[in-house]
């Protein structure tokens, strides 16, 4: 809020680095230090009355470590953002402190830049941890049908995932045929692979197909019903494609500096979703793995968009930067949803539910399967389509239901679903 400081809370047990990080953050004038603590108890004994936005957490603490005391600090106090501090090489310590509820950590000795990014970075992301709620209107997403709006306005629901290889393809591919089976062939269900440059939607759908999004690239302000029609391409599903260019030579021509408009979205790119929406009730859309002009022009119109990730510590911090960037351009953060791919229930690794108590619910856990994804990917038969049964097609199949239940009435902006509603009040976002 205008004119209110971030206030910031120390926790070291070493009085010169208290000291020191006190001093470092007098060079901001937006930051106020509430309180020191020289121990985890201390902290948690003051964290109340102290009301700090922000908790800088030494991870190595006398007594109750700095993990087990970002814990119980939350419990007191859930609306603090706790980053946590350590020296280099304990990266098995952040999982764990990630898991207690810190939402980012840093380097000893940080720079004085590092702190006060991290602290203003945290402090933003409160309005959200309260319960407030960025309004659609003030965000990018396009939100439902205006005036004038043709009868047809798909749903445009997004796939994306910071790093390659996570399973965004596939789960794009498997969400698409799986929402054309739920829905029933009246309704019609568009896959968009924006992913221009290695875009591979297609083979995963044994598809070769004559013609591209690059064709449209020359007509995309003047489209029409039929030139759509021919350039799209039917899977045996329902399912129509719009497959990427088949070398990345042929994506240039959609991906030409001067089509970019006032807020770095590609014009191109836009004016074709804008058309293809009102041709179909949903368009899945798979992309790269990067926010770039195409992402922008795609998340300006986005009604949903999927974050896919697996649970890894580099494709959750991944994850985490990419909300977080969400969050940085007012995108409406209701309409983001998580998806955890290869869950691996045998084997130790990090519970999906951890990555969701510091995150947000996911839509869908879906399983490891080697096995299965992979003969999938070379035979270019999706799973839903060849085991429907098997739990990772299950998985994708009730992630459709989900989404169509959502979309399905065409009142989801009054009566959000309960998941969603309660995302928005819950604060671990990151
Ligand atoms: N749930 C899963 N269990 C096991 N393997 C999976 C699962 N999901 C995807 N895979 C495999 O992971 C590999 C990468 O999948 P995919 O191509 O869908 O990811 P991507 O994020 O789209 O990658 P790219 O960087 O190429 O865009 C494929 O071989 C696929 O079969
Ligand atoms: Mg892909």
């Given at each position: ?5 971030i206030?910031v ?5 070493v009085?010169?680095?208290r000291e020191?990080?006190?001093k ?13 603590a ?29 993990i ?11 609306s ?8 280099q ?12 509820g810190a939402?980012?950590y ?18 933003k ?32 629901i ?8 996570t ?18 062939p ?8 924006l992913?221009?440059?290695?875009g ?9 197909p004559?013609?591209?999004i ?24 329902g ?10 030579e042929d ?18 790119v ?45 494709e959750?911090?991944g ?5 977080e ?10 309409k ?6 290869s869950?691996?229930?045998k084997r130790m ?6 990555i ?7 839509l ?5 399967d080697?096995r299965?994804a992979?003969?999938a ?10 085991e429907?049964?098997a ?40």
């Amino acid at each position: 809020m205008a004119g209110e400081k971030i206030r910031v809370m120390i926790v070291d047990d070493v009085a010169e680095t208290r000291e020191q990080l006190r001093k470092l953050l007098t060079f901001d004038a937006d930051i106020q230090v509430v309180a020191m603590a020289g121990s985890g108890e201390e902290a948690i004994k003051t964290v109340a009355g102290a009301k700090p936005d922000v908790v800088l957490m030494d991870i190595n603490l006398p007594g109750i470590d700095g993990i087990t005391a970002t814990g119980k600090l939350l419990e007191v106090l859930p609306s603090a953002q706790v980053v946590m501090l350590s020296v280099q090489g304990e990266s098995d310590y952040m999982r764990r402190a990630m898991m207690a509820g810190a939402r980012d950590y840093l380097t000893k000795p940080p720079s004085a830049d590092e702190l006060i990014d991290a602290i203003h970075r945290m402090a933003k992301l409160k309005p959200i941890r309260g319960g407030e709620t960025l309004s659609p209107a003030a965000g990018m997403g396009s939100g439902g049908a205006g005036v004038g709006t043709p009868a047809r306005l798909g749903k445009i629901i997004t796939l994306f995932s910071p790093k390659g290889g996570t399973g965004c393809t596939t789960t794009a591919v498997n969400l698409a045929i799986a929402l054309q089976s739920s829905v029933g062939p009246e309704v019609k269900v568009a896959l968009i692979d924006l992913s221009l440059q290695f875009g591979d939607a297609a083979i995963f759908m044994k598809l070769q197909p004559p013609r591209t999004i690059a064709d449209l690239a020359s007509r995309a302000n003047e489209m029409d019903a039929e030139l759509l029609a021919t350039v799209m391409v039917p899977h045996p599903s329902g399912v129509k494609v719009l497959a990427a260019p088949p070398s990345p030579e042929d994506a240039e021509s959609l991906l030409t500096t001067e089509i970019v408009d006032e807020a770095g979205g590609n014009r191109l790119v836009k004016s074709i979703l804008k058309f293809t929406r009102q041709e179909f009730d949903y368009l899945i859309v798979d992309t790269a793995h990067t926010v770039d002009a195409v992402m922008l022009a795609l998340l300006d119109l986005s009604d949903m968009v999927l974050v896919l990730l697996r649970p890894i510590i580099p494709e959750i911090r991944g994850a985490r930067n990419f909300l977080e960037l969400l969050q940085k351009m007012n995108y409406p953060m209701e309409k983001a949803g998580l998806v955890i791919n290869s869950v691996d229930n045998k084997r130790m690794g990090i519970q999906p539910e951890a990555i969701e108590r510091n995150m947000m619910p996911a839509l869908a856990h879906v399983p490891l399967d080697e096995r299965i994804a992979l003969t999938a990917a070379n035979y270019g038969v999706p799973f839903v389509v060849k085991e429907p049964r098997a739990p990772i097609s299950q998985a994708v199949i009730k992630l459709a239901q989900v989404i169509d239940k959502q979309f399905a009435s065409g009142t989801e902006e009054s009566t959000q679903p309960a998941e969603t509603q309660r995302r928005l009040g819950l604060g671990r976002l990151l």
